[in-house]
């Protein structure tokens, strides 16, 4: 993996991730209120101080990010926020199930547990990821790459909310999943579920982001903005790839559970596709109402009722609008996001955008050598 985030304490957050998750799998209040506490007042991530003999010692916390006024930066929270309407939309489920307040608040102690972890996984830190990089555009366009605390250059920020501090510093990340905590691990745990992994045995899809980690970087020492915002743009497009394919995942899993199962499966099909809802409606609301009949649980309604192939079908608008390739989305037991393509008889490969019109241009010079 790339080495110029590691030195950075803001990839650290991932500990805080990774002790929330070890407290809340103990059946004890003592263990959840300390949960909380870390989700609160965070513990791993140490702020930068100026004068370490004088300024006190402080960390960020989940809970800062969850709230950050910085993620008004990413073009996407305003999705979040108007899905939600709630500027805080994620902080309030997190708290409402520390809480015992609302829907997850009382359900079975496995279900909260990851309700908890996966929205703070893949709704606080990733939507912090995004605005991180929306603030590394600003700052590339202000003229100071390193206009952040303590001077920390604005893409090595990026890469530590996606990677984290837990992946070590092998090609690929941990070979371990349960060591990752952050968007890099989710994607290389699904590579190996939808076979869309590189010969190095990781995702498909990180070898893309690594790329475009680099490019970053170099794109804002150089100050070439334009061509860094073009970066940031197919970062983002290819962020959600592990996101379609965990929904995807989880209607399968689902599929056969009622939705007054005790699994914990019920809780992550739900809070995956709450990561992604609002991206989708963005673009295809039919895609999101579907989404929403089948992955988000309804009182006496059984979940994924139309079938995991439908819920994969629904993504289909978003990976044309975001140009997403099938070889990097994949498909798990039979079910994939491209069988859509295919039914709309659509070129859906890592070509699928350029060969259609050569192809059509051929096609029609066959016909005019026939006539």
């Given at each position: ?279 989708v409606k963005s673009v295809d609301m039919p895609g999101a109402i579907v ?81």
């Open positions: 993996i790339c080495l110029f985030w590691l030195w950075l304490q803001h990839s650290k957050i991932d500990l805080d991730v990774n002790a929330i998750k070890a407290l809340l799998s103990f059946d004890s209040d003592e263990s959840w209120a300390a949960a909380k506490d870390i989700y609160m007042y965070g513990k791993n991530s140490e702020i930068y101080r100026k004068s370490p003999e004088s300024d006190p010692y402080t960390v960020r916390s989940l809970q800062s990010l969850a709230t950050s006024a910085l993620r008004k930066k990413s073009p996407w929270y305003k999705l979040f926020e108007e899905y939600h309407q709630d500027p805080n939309y994620a902080d309030k489920i997190i708290m409402d199930v520390f809480e015992g307040r609302g829907k997850w608040g009382n359900a079975a102690r496995e279900q909260r547990a990851e309700m908890l972890t996966k929205t703070i996984q893949y709704q606080v830190l990733y939507m912090y990821l995004l605005a991180e990089a929306a603030d590394a555009e600003a700052d590339c366009r202000s003229g100071d790459k390193n206009d952040n605390i303590g001077g920390a250059h604005s893409w090595d920020e990026v890469a530590a909310f996606y990677i984290g501090s837990l992946e070590g510093t092998t090609r690929g990340g941990s070979n371990d999943f349960s060591d990752g905590q952050l968007q890099w691990n989710l994607a290389n745990k699904r590579s190996t579920q939808f076979n869309t992994q590189v010969p190095d045995g990781y995702a498909l899809v990180n070898s893309e982001i690594e790329d475009d980690l680099y490019a970053g970087k170099g794109e804002l020492d150089a100050y070439a903005c334009d061509s860094l915002s073009k970066t940031i743009k197919r970062i983002e497009r290819n962020s959600i790839v592990p996101m379609i394919q965990s929904v995807i995942r989880y209607a399968l899993k689902v599929e056969d559970l009622s939705y007054s199962s005790s699994s914990k499966d019920i809780a992550e099909a739900e809070a995956f596709a709450m990561a992604i809802l609002p991206i989404l929403e009949n089948n992955m988000i649980i309804q009182e006496g309604v059984q979940p994924v009722s139309e079938g995991a192939q439908r819920v994969a079908d629904a993504f289909y608008k978003t990976m044309v609008e975001f140009e997403l390739e099938c070889e990097l989305v994949g498909q798990a037991d039979g079910v994939g996001a491209c069988e859509m393509f295919r039914k709309m008889s659509s070129p859906a490969s890592s070509m699928w955008s350029s060969a259609a019109p050569l192809l059509s241009i051929m096609l029609a010079g066959a016909l005019s050598a026939l006539l």
